[in-house]
């Protein structure tokens, strides 16, 4: 009867593992873009370069087989950041209007875009999280 009581717990627990496994990957998907690398994708994601290889068993121990438009998967989390992917035709003040901010303000939580917004890339993330950055917050108008 033991026996059989540890190889159900065993059971069960390889089972639960499997399903935390997944769970643990259900945030966002990323676009890979020309010239990304795991770490500067995960910097981007404000995840850790191990969280990023764990989702994306398919990206190899040197991490140079990233093919750019390829989905990765990325872990979940309560309180992310909030992405908006780039699309055809995207230019910095629409986006910026769609989330109800600023063009100063999206520039400010994503440093990766120029002053002039002439290096935006389809399939690039845009942080959207930026109402609770503080050092993102406007000076104040008097």
Same mark, same amino acid.
């Given at each position: 009867?033991?026996?059989?009581? #540890?190889?159900?717990?065993?059971?069960? #627990?390889? &089972?639960?593992?499997?399903? #935390? +496994?997944?769970?643990?990957?259900?945030?966002?998907?990323?676009?890979?873009?020309? &010239?990304?690398?795991?770490?500067?994708?995960?910097?981007?994601?404000?995840?850790?370069?191990?969280?990023?290889?764990?989702?994306?068993?398919?990206?190899? +121990?040197?991490?140079?087989?990233?093919?750019?438009?390829?989905?990765?998967?990325?872990?979940?989390?309560?309180?992310?950041?909030?992405?908006?992917?780039?699309?055809?035709?995207?230019?910095?003040?629409?986006? +910026?209007?769609?989330?109800?901010?600023?063009?100063?303000?999206?520039?400010? +939580?994503?440093?990766?875009?120029?002053?002039?917004?002439?290096?935006?890339?389809?399939?690039?993330?845009?942080?959207?999280?930026?109402?609770? #950055?503080?050092?993102?917050?406007?000076?104040?108008?008097?």
């Amino acid at each position: 009867m033991f026996a059989r009581l #540890s190889l159900f717990a065993l059971v069960a #627990s390889l &089972g639960a593992l499997g399903t #935390s +496994a997944q769970a643990t990957c259900n945030g966002p998907s990323y676009t890979v873009v020309p &010239g990304d690398i795991c770490i500067t994708i995960a910097n981007k994601l404000d995840i850790s370069l191990q969280q990023l290889l764990e989702c994306n068993p398919q990206i190899d +121990a040197n991490c140079d087989n990233l093919i750019p438009t390829e989905h990765l998967a990325t872990p979940g989390c309560g309180a992310c950041k909030q992405f908006y992917t780039v699309q055809a035709g995207d230019i910095c003040v629409n986006i +910026a209007a769609r989330f109800g901010t600023t063009f100063q303000q999206l520039l400010c +939580a994503n440093s990766q875009i120029n002053p002039q917004c002439t290096n935006l890339q389809i399939g690039e993330l845009i942080d959207n999280s930026f109402e609770g #950055s503080l050092h993102c917050l406007e000076p104040a108008v008097n």
